[in-house]
């Protein structure tokens, strides 16, 4: 990978974390391009779009609020990068601190494809998944 491919994919990495940090949804999913493709280790055989990526995003304010991510970690390969961290947050049952591994593919300076790998066990006890 080039100097310049590596700054690039940095600049993407840098502002994915801004935005999931910053809780702005919209500021989320403008860092992807329109015709990506999100997809969870919970909903195997489901690809979510742009605009379905959003109404997650959207519905779960309702039930996961004061989200933190801590313990972020970012490692690049070419054509993309690869996030560590845990998410933090309220839910109806309680607080819940959620592991988890998120695959991103970046093409022309906007990620292309998410592949969310969340500790499935957590969720499903929060409520934060479909059963």
Same mark, same amino acid.
Do not use: M
């Given at each position: 990978m080039t100097g310049g491919a590596l700054e690039n994919l940095m600049a993407v990495?840098?502002?994915?974390?801004?935005?999931?940090?910053?809780?702005?949804?919209?500021r989320i999913v403008d860092l992807l391009t329109d015709d990506a493709a999100v997809w969870y280790n919970f909903q195997p055989d489901?690809?979510?779009?742009?605009?379905?990526?959003?109404?997650?995003?959207?519905?779960?304010?309702?039930t996961f609020t004061k989200r933190t991510y801590t313990d972020m970690r970012l490692n690049f390969h070419p054509g993309g990068f690869v996030e560590q961290a845990t998410l933090? !947050?309220?839910?109806?049952? !309680?607080?819940?601190?959620?592991?988890?591994?998120?695959?991103a593919t970046v093409e022309g300076g906007r990620i292309s494809?998410?592949?969310?790998?969340?500790?499935?066990?957590?969720?499903?006890?929060?409520?934060?998944?479909?059963?």
């Open positions: 990495a840098r502002a994915w974390e801004d935005a999931c940090r910053s809780g702005d949804n919209a489901v690809h979510h779009s742009k605009a379905g990526y959003r109404a997650i995003l959207d519905a779960s304010d309702k933090s !947050g309220d839910t109806p049952q !309680g607080q819940v601190e959620i592991p988890f591994l998120l695959v494809r998410l592949a969310e790998y969340f500790d499935s066990t957590i969720l499903h006890q929060a409520g934060l998944a479909p059963a």
